[in-house]
């Protein structure tokens, strides 16, 4: 099993940015891809961005360009650099790994208000 524990949310301003981490329990390098998700009030929870053990990344549309996933494995941790936050962006923010699907941290908030 895995435990994903996450952190650096908060309130910012649109165009503002934040850097989120998620310490995963153990090496994530034996996972084959870590992702982050997000969940705004009343919706679905989405696949933000991806990061495989090769260091091939995905973004969702929404956020290319302005979002960065990058890990340190020596750390086991995974990062999600957020530019250019918009309004939508707010939600909860969770670290997941497809190869345990039914893990989930506690997720962090992210608000993006002026």
């Known amino acids: 099993q895995v435990q994903f524990v996450e952190s650096g949310g908060g309130l910012v301003q649109p165009g503002g940015s934040l850097r989120l981490s998620c310490a995963a329990s153990r090496n994530i390098l034996i996972f084959y891809r870590m992702e982050w998700y997000r969940q705004a009030p009343g919706k679905q929870r989405e696949l933000v961005a991806s990061?495989?053990?090769?260091?091939?990344?995905q973004y969702a549309d929404s956020v290319k360009g302005r979002f960065t996933i990058f890990s340190d494995n020596a750390k086991n941790t995974v990062y999600l650099q957020m530019n250019s936050l918009k309004p939508e962006d707010t939600a909860v923010y969770y670290c997941?790994?497809?190869?345990?699907?039914?893990?989930w941290g506690q997720g962090t908030q992210v608000t993006v208000s002026s």
């Open positions: 990061i495989t053990r090769d260091t091939n990344t």
């Open positions: 997941h790994t497809s190869s345990v699907p039914n893990i």
